[in-house]
């Protein structure tokens, strides 16, 4: 194994101690009595309102609310964080090494809900693109640095609970006396780091573009034991490169389009011993 294949092993195994070790000292800065601190937004006539609890708003406002603080992190251990230079690229924060630019690690703030009906299942993650800059990882293509530059890809992930507010106060404008009695739209939060490959499932994420979706049993979530927990970094690259693209035979004979780990396994002849036992990873879809 060459001496850089060493130290950046070496190096990455060091970053996600940090990561992990400051993703748990977060709850603090933004809460309180386990509720959110970010209550609204206030005008000019010193009005509060609360805002949406629609997940792409608070995943930004927690965004804003939390970036000081890895700012802080960053300077601490050394690093210097690059933002995405739009908004679409990935990932949101590069960490570059103060010492030794030619060390990056690319982490991704991602932020989800507990599904009330499901105990234990949180409504999932996306993990980043599986198209042009994964497959080819010397692309620039949507990507602040090409893939194959990052030594590390994590997800710093936040799980929360939504609180059920009354039609009223969603509605209504709050003085600042009453800023009190106000309510928080989130609550009860879980802070993580972990490789993104870790929470990775065989599925795609929401909506219709090439995103790698995430397990959503909470507690392999917070342990990492994904879908390629067992068979590794490698064969999720593997994996995420072909899918959809690779063909293999379904039940009734056709062929189709690479979509599930089973089928992967089978079509490279690989031994089913690295698919990971447990199956609770696809119970909620």
């Known amino acids: 194994m060459g001496v850089l294949i060493v130290k950046n092993k070496a190096m990455k195994k060091e970053f996600a101690v940090q990561l992990n070790d400051f993703a748990k000292s977060l709850g603090s800065h933004i809460s309180q009595n386990d509720e959110w601190t970010i209550k609204g937004f206030i005008d000019v006539f010193r009005n509060i309102y609360i805002i949406s609890a629609d997940t792409k708003v608070v995943s930004k406002i927690l965004e804003l609310h939390l970036f000081p603080q890895f700012l802080g992190f960053a300077e601490k251990i050394g690093y210097r964080i690059e933002l995405a230079t739009y908004q679409n690229w990935y990932p949101d924060l590069t960490f570059v090494k103060k010492d030794d630019e030619a060390v990056k690690f690319a982490v991704d703030l991602k932020t989800t809900y507990l599904l009330d009906d499901r105990p234990g299942f949180c409504n999932g993650f996306t993990l980043g693109s599986h198209g042009e800059y994964f497959i080819n990882r010397d692309s620039h293509k949507n990507i602040q640095y090409p893939y194959n530059q990052y030594s590390g890809h994590f997800c710093l992930g936040i799980i929360y609970s939504r609180t059920k507010l009354s039609e009223n106060s969603e509605t209504r404008a709050y003085s600042i006396d009453e800023l009190d009695e106000i309510p928080s739209v989130i609550k009860h939060f879980t802070f993580f780091a972990v490789e993104k490959w870790r929470i990775a499932s065989d599925k795609g994420g929401s909506g219709n573009t090439a995103n790698i979706g995430s397990i959503r049993f909470i507690d392999d979530i917070l342990s990492g034991n994904g879908v390629f927990a067992k068979a590794g970094e490698g064969i999720f690259d593997d994996y995420w490169a072909n899918f959809g693209k ?19 396994v089978t079509y490279r002849g690989l031994s089913k011993d690295i698919m990971n036992p447990r199956a609770s990873w696809r119970k909620v879809r």
């Open 246 to 264: 690779m063909q293999v035979e379904s039940k009734d004979g056709k062929r189709k389009g690479l979509s599930s780990f089973e089928e992967y």
